[in-house]
């Protein structure tokens, strides 16, 4: 047993809620996103590795991009580009997206434990539609599904998680956030909640060092550590 699990035991935060992030933690679509993302600026004259996409844009919203294109690489991006983005994007997902083979025994296990779920997102809700429909979860999780969309503010702000603990009717504080970007950690951390790093592109250190108050290397290590809260 590792020491961070060692010291989650015996610490034992307080688990009434648990709010998901959607895109790497539900559903595993961050490789398939970022390489519709990274072909889409190559072919607006940007030189871009899925690496580079990844380290600038993972986390945030399409409509950062743009405003980065011009300030790092010069390239204005055409009128319609993040509705191509989207077109092409769920065109992927709807052929390639599979679900996380572990993911199950993590939501089954708050089930057992009568624990409420919620998913906080940056991405709009057409796209979290697609994505958790195609992997079977979007009736698991249907009414209690929030994204930036619906707030004042993106991530790394807090508003997204502090509106999805108003929809399953529990104080942020006593809720995980499970998040797996940088700007998804700060966000959780911001909020209040106990803040869970699950790594997936971005390197456990990174998230930690990010604020993540616990990393789990993948979604068993995720429902190990949940159950030893649960107990």
Request: aromatic letters at 6%.
């Amino acid at each position: 047993m590792s020491r961070e699990m060692m010291d989650a035991i015996v610490t034992k935060p307080v688990v009434r809620g648990v709010i998901f992030d959607c895109d790497g933690v539900l559903v595993n679509t961050e490789n398939l996103a970022n390489r519709v993302l990274t072909d889409l600026l190559c072919e607006y004259g940007c030189d871009m590795t899925p690496a580079q996409s990844h380290e600038f844009f993972i986390g945030g919203t399409l409509a950062a991009v743009a405003p980065k294109m011009a300030e790092s690489f010069g390239v204005t991006l055409p009128d319609g580009w993040i509705k191509e983005c989207y077109a092409r994007t769920f065109k992927s997902f709807e052929k390639d997206l599979k679900p996380y083979a572990d993911l199950g025994a993590v939501l089954d296990l708050l089930d057992r434990n009568a624990i409420p779920m919620a998913v906080g997102s940056n991405g709009p809700h057409d796209k979290m539609d697609v994505s958790l429909g195609k992997v079977g979860l979007l009736d698991r999780f249907r009414g209690r599904i929030c994204s930036a969309h619906d707030v004042a503010h993106a991530k790394p702000a807090p508003d997204v998680y502090l509106l999805a603990a108003e929809k399953i009717g529990v104080d942020i504080t006593q809720c995980i956030v499970i998040d797996d970007s940088i700007s998804g950690v700060r966000a959780g951390v911001a909020s209040g909640a106990t803040t869970i790093g699950l790594v997936d592109l971005t390197p456990g250190d990174a998230l930690r060092d990010a604020g993540a108050h616990y990393t789990a290397e993948n979604h068993l290590a995720l429902r190990d550590m949940l159950a030893s809260w649960l107990r």
